[in-house]
């Protein structure tokens, strides 16, 4: 059989990339500038460029070789089998908190809609945020494997087109419905910096995602261009949003900037539906990409009611944790120091330098990767410490 031959071109591709890179991360991104102030910024725009960098990392490892495809296929390559082990347990290890991350937001801001309300769950009457995310499990289960859910994706997982309507939304309760932009803040707080860093890492955690993206490219030649489109778009995006979330709120800002707006208006109504509609689907998607991982990855095909089982032990599970530990922020900046910096900085340098026998040659390329490793090692062990501090001190 004859190799599928690329066919995206520019447009396609950058609308791609858009999609992978934006996200649930810009509801939080307010609340990380909170955290760290506003010099905290810097590192903002530090790890946007740090980031880029290491996605034309990926390229170059691809290009050591035609038979590369995929982020496991750059870790087999560089570490052999161990290696693309490695890598896709990560992969679905991230999934899976980013699913319980979906599940939190979803009961935040039903919650913020509907804050009198309670439910009655087999005989037990149940109220507030946690009511809210054991509903959301219990709906999504029906319509995992639905045609519903596949015309949901293709209509609401576009993360690029949701993050401008929610961006747009939260600048109209500023700017027209009186909120107003004039909150001062804090110049610097050193101490919420490994939180704000942590968040950051995970705004960007699209990497792998790019080595898909490339080898769908028609012309690949393009792929640099492409990136650098990625990442300041998705910058000035994510700039902005914590920059008029922070003029909006200040220091009260919540985990999540739409938790901050009033109910009463049509602009705080369309950031919330439309950010209710995006996790709902996200979260139905995410779990069964998990799920369809590990039938494959047991061999366990055409079987109902095993699928059906994984997905509902999933949603179980997710809805577990997310009832344990409700702390939609700090879950956020676990996972971006833990994973998406793992993903998005240690893992593609570490796969270069392995792979490219050029990039081991003493030089100003080799010094650069190796800083980025001490940082970046540093950043997660610091920001994934700080985390879990931080929800051991909240629970």
Excluded at 3 to 9: D, H, K
Excluded at 163 to 184: E, H, K, Q
Excluded at 233 to 249: N, R
Aim: proline content about 3%; hydrophobic content about 50%.
């Amino acid at each position: 059989m004859a190799n599928e031959q690329p066919t995206t071109s520019f447009i396609p591709t950058l609308l791609d990339g858009l999609n992978a890179m934006s996200g649930v991360g810009i509801l939080s991104i307010p609340f990380a500038l909170s955290e760290g102030g506003w010099l905290s910024l810097i590192p903002l725009f530090f790890v946007g460029i740090l980031c880029f960098y290491t996605g034309i990392l990926l390229r170059r490892c691809m290009d050591t070789h035609p038979s590369i495809k995929t982020y496991p296929d750059i870790g087999e390559r560089a570490f052999g089998y161990k290696g693309r082990v490695t890598i896709v347990l990560l992969t679905y290890l991230q999934l899976y908190l980013v699913a319980i991350v979906f599940l939190l937001s979803e009961g935040d801001n039903l919650h913020k809609l509907f804050p009198n309300a309670s439910f009655e769950i087999f005989g037990i009457r149940l109220g507030g945020k946690k009511a809210f995310v054991l509903l959301s499990a219990l709906i999504v289960l029906p319509t995992i494997r639905s045609k519903i859910l596949s015309l949901l994706d293709y209509v609401f997982t576009g993360g690029v087109l949701v993050s401008l309507i929610v961006v747009g939304s939260v600048f109209w309760a500023g700017a027209v419905d009186g909120v107003g932009f004039y909150r001062r803040g804090r110049l610097l707080n050193m101490s919420g910096m490994p939180i704000a860093g942590s968040l950051y890492a995970f705004c960007y955690c699209g990497h792998a995602t790019f080595p898909t993206i490339y080898t769908s490219m028609k012309d690949r030649s393009q792929f640099s261009k492409v990136l650098l489109l990625c990442f300041v778009f998705c910058t000035f995006t994510y700039g902005t949003m914590a920059i008029q979330g922070y003029l909006m709120y200040g220091d009260r800002v919540e985990s999540q900037v739409t938790l901050n707006l009033s109910i009463g208006k049509l602009s705080s109504k369309i950031a919330i539906y439309t950010t209710l509609i995006n996790t709902f689907t996200k979260y139905a998607v995410t779990i069964s990409s998990i799920s369809t991982a590990i039938e494959e990855w047991f061999s366990i095909y055409n079987n109902r009611a095993i699928s059906l089982l994984i997905r509902t032990l999933l949603v179980i599970s997710t809805a577990v944790v997310a009832l344990t530990v409700p702390l939609f922020g700090y879950i956020m900046a676990l996972t971006g120091s833990f994973l998406s910096i793992t993903f998005s900085i240690l893992l593609p340098c570490m796969c270069y330098l392995k792979i490219s026998t050029a990039s081991r040659r003493c030089g100003f390329g080799l010094m650069t990767i190796l800083d980025i490793l001490v940082l970046g090692f540093s950043v997660a062990i610091i920001g994934t410490y700080t985390s879990m501090r931080e929800i051991v001190n909240h629970l």
